[in-house]
């Protein structure tokens, strides 16, 4: 099982990036994004349902960031507008066998290495 994620970069706030992370090895029923901050513990942002794309965010991200997934290509996408210097963080994609919807980190089985987003002011 491998999850690959991709797309991190520096942006001025105000700017827009969009996060790939693309599975394989099996299939899941759900994926989400962590953040994690320099200094600080990992935190939830979004996740997905695969099954009909029944999704959550943080309030923090809420209207600024959406979660999709394109089923052809395996790959569930984290597309972030607006954004502000406090989602500098690396962010890394889950992904759980239960199409539950979950927000804990403890929840997910399978996690990608993490892509660095740095938003500056």
């Known amino acids: 099982v491998q999850l690959q994620a991709s797309g991190g970069g520096l942006v001025q706030a105000g700017g827009s990036l969009r996060l790939s992370c693309a599975a394989s090895?099996?299939?899941?029923?759900?994926m989400g994004w962590f953040r994690q901050a320099p200094g600080k513990g990992r935190e939830f942002v979004a996740t997905?349902?695969?099954?009909?794309?029944?999704?959550y965010y943080a309030d923090s991200v809420k209207g600024r960031f959406t979660i999709s997934r394109d089923n052809a290509e395996n790959t569930v996408y984290l597309q972030m507008s607006s954004l502000k210097p406090e989602d500098t963080a690396v962010y890394y994609c889950?992904?759980?066998?239960?199409?539950?919807?979950?927000?804990?980190?403890?929840?997910?089985?399978?996690w990608g290495q993490g892509t660095e987003v740095t938003v500056s002011s």
């Open positions: 090895g099996r299939s899941f029923g759900s």
């Open positions: 889950a992904a759980r066998p239960s199409a539950v919807l979950h927000t804990t980190r403890q929840s997910y089985n399978y």
């Open positions: 997905i349902r695969w099954s009909d794309s029944s999704t």
